[in-house]
T-cell receptor, first 116, second 109 residues
Framework: ETGVTQTPRHLVMGMTNKKSLKCEQH?????MYWYKQSAKKPLELMFV???????ENNSVPSRFSPECPNSSHLFLHLHTLQPEDSALYLC???????????????FGPGTRLLVL | SQQGEEDPQALSIQEGENATMNCSYK?????LQWYRQNSGRGLVHLIL?????REKHSGRLRVTLDTSKKSSSLLITASRAADTASYFC?????????FGTGTSLTVIP
């Protein structure tokens, strides 16, 4: 897990707050991902960046705004969230994007987010 | 949806027993992976099986793939308490990669 780090590990925020989640990978990978994990639901892919360009945006509300300033860092900016956005947010990286699902994804420990 | 669905949703066994969990999916795939997630942590890759493979082994793990039935199984032999975790299959085709809802495995010491 030390290959992909996420901060903070826990976050409580009000619906009017603005916060950011940070992800950093030390593996030299070219693709980075944001996932949302809610109880009893499949892992939801939110965003994919490949070579610092966004290549996937799976109908995610605009209150989630990703940023990838370089190949090692990925941010998820949060504003005016809803209680149903409370979940575990996972960051992952892989050597490349796509490749028909043969790329291993390396996950960070996640940020547990609670929106009040 | 192409998302894999794991079965059972929850499984509880005694240490030393074998654990089998299944994954079914709906459309053709190129690769299927299994991941493990300890409580509140990130997922860890276990094994990948390609669509032209039928079985793979890695230590105490055995994965099978039946593309005609669109299903895969993960067998953990001689389970240990440390195997307690959630297990997810992930199916991939083209640029898409989908995780299922997972099987929660509890190994009782």
């Amino acid at each position: 897990e030390t290959g992909v780090t996420q901060t903070p590990r826990h976050l409580v925020m009000g619906m009017t707050n603005k916060k950011s989640l940070k992800c950093e990978q030390h593996l030299g990978h070219n693709a980075m991902y944001w996932y949302k994990q809610s109880a009893k639901k499949p892992l939801e892919l939110m965003f994919v960046y490949s070579l610092e360009e966004r290549v996937e945006n799976n109908s995610v509300p605009s209150r989630f705004s990703p940023e990838c300033p370089n190949s090692s860092h990925l941010f998820l900016h949060l504003h005016t969230l809803q209680p149903e956005d409370s979940a575990l947010y996972l960051c992952a990286s892989s050597q490349a994007w796509g490749a028909e699902g043969k790329e291993t994804q390396y996950f960070g420990p996640g940020t547990r987010l609670l929106v009040l | 949806s192409q998302q894999g669905e794991e079965d059972p949703q929850a499984l509880s066994i005694q240490e030393g027993e074998n654990a089998t969990m299944n994954c079914s999916y709906k459309t053709s795939i190129n690769n299927l992976q299994w991941y493990r997630q300890n409580s509140g942590r990130g997922l860890v890759h276990l094994i990948l099986i390609r669509s032209n493979e039928r079985e793979k082994h890695s230590g105490r793990l055995r994965v099978t793939l039946d593309t005609s039935k669109k299903s895969s199984s993960l067998l953990i032999t001689a389970s240990r308490a440390a195997d307690t975790a959630s297990y997810f299959c992930a199916t991939g085709t083209g640029n898409q990669f989908y995780f299922g809802t997972g099987t929660s495995l509890t190994v009782i010491p």
